[in-house]
C-alpha cells in the first residue's frame, strides 16, 4: 500500500512539472508599440517651412510584452518610415529630421515584423505597429517679412542657380531650399542656370511648362517650386 502511495506521488510530481514546462512555453511577445513622443511640432506661423529645414528629434519606441509584462526600449529593433517625406525623414535610428519642403502632418511608424518570440517560439508572423505624428507649421506670413513666401527647392544630381525677377530671391543648389517673400500678387519670372557641366532639367510647381525656363509664377500664396539640374 505504501509503495502505491509513492507511486501516486511521483506521477504528481511529473504533471505538475510538464505543467511548469508548459507554461514556459509562453515566451515573451511583442504585442504594442509606443513611440516617444507622440506629438512633435515643427515651426511657427511667422516661419516659411524651409527656414525649419534639419531640425532634427531624436524618436523611441518602446515595446511592450507579455508573458510576463514589461516594456523595452526597442528603437533599433524597428523599421521606421514616414508617409510623408516632403515633410519628415526618419532614419533607421529614429532620427525624425524636418525636410521643409511642404507642411501640414506627417505619420511617422515604427514597425516589427516576427515570426517568433523573444525566446525563439512561433508567434505566427506577428506584425506590430506603432503610429506618431509629426506637424509642420503652415507659413501664415508676417514675420520679418511682408507678403507669401516663395520657396526654391532644388532637384537632379546637377548644380545650378536661381534668381528671380522682380529681384528678392537667390539662390544656389549648393546652399539647399532658399525662401524669399514678396507682396501678394506679384507676377515673377525664375530663371535657372546650371553651373560646370550641368544641364537644366525642368521645373515643377510653375505656372509655365516644366521645360520652359524661365518659369512664370503669380506669387498668391506660400508656393513652392523645383529646379532640377542634371
Known amino acids: 500500500m505504501r509503495g502505491k502511495w509513492v507511486s501516486i506521488i511521483a506521477l504528481a510530481a511529473v504533471a505538475a512539472g510538464m505543467l511548469v514546462a508548459a507554461g514556459c512555453g509562453h515566451d515573451q511577445q511583442l504585442v504594442a508599440i509606443q513611440i516617444q513622443p507622440s506629438v512633435e511640432t515643427v515651426g511657427a506661423t511667422t516661419i516659411p517651412p524651409a527656414q525649419d529645414a534639419g531640425f532634427q528629434v531624436q524618436l523611441r519606441a518602446l515595446g511592450s510584452y507579455i508573458h510576463p509584462p514589461v516594456m523595452k526600449d526597442i528603437t533599433n529593433q524597428v523599421t521606421w518610415a514616414s508617409n510623408d517625406t516632403q515633410m519628415f525623414t526618419v532614419n533607421s535610428a529614429g532620427l525624425l ?110 505656372a509655365s511648362q516644366p521645360n520652359v525656363n524661365p518659369c512664370t509664377i503669380t506669387l498668391e500664396t506660400n508656393t513652392t517650386v523645383t529646379a532640377t539640374f542634371n
Open 97 to 206: 529630421t524636418a525636410t521643409g519642403n511642404t507642411c501640414g502632418a506627417a505619420l511617422v511608424s515604427a514597425t516589427s515584423t516576427t515570426n517568433t518570440s523573444a525566446g525563439g517560439i512561433s508567434s505566427s508572423g506577428a506584425i506590430v505597429t506603432g503610429y506618431m505624428t509629426a506637424n509642420m507649421v503652415c507659413y501664415q506670413g508676417g514675420g520679418t517679412g511682408a507678403g507669401p513666401a516663395l520657396t526654391v527647392t532644388f532637384g537632379g544630381n546637377g548644380a545650378g542657380n536661381v534668381v528671380s525677377s522682380p529681384t528678392g530671391l537667390s539662390c544656389s543648389s549648393s546652399a539647399g531650399a532658399c525662401v524669399a517673400q514678396f507682396p501678394i500678387g506679384t507676377a515673377l519670372s525664375l530663371t535657372a542656370t546650371p553651373t560646370g557641366t550641368s544641364l537644366f532639367g525642368g521645373w515643377t510647381g510653375c
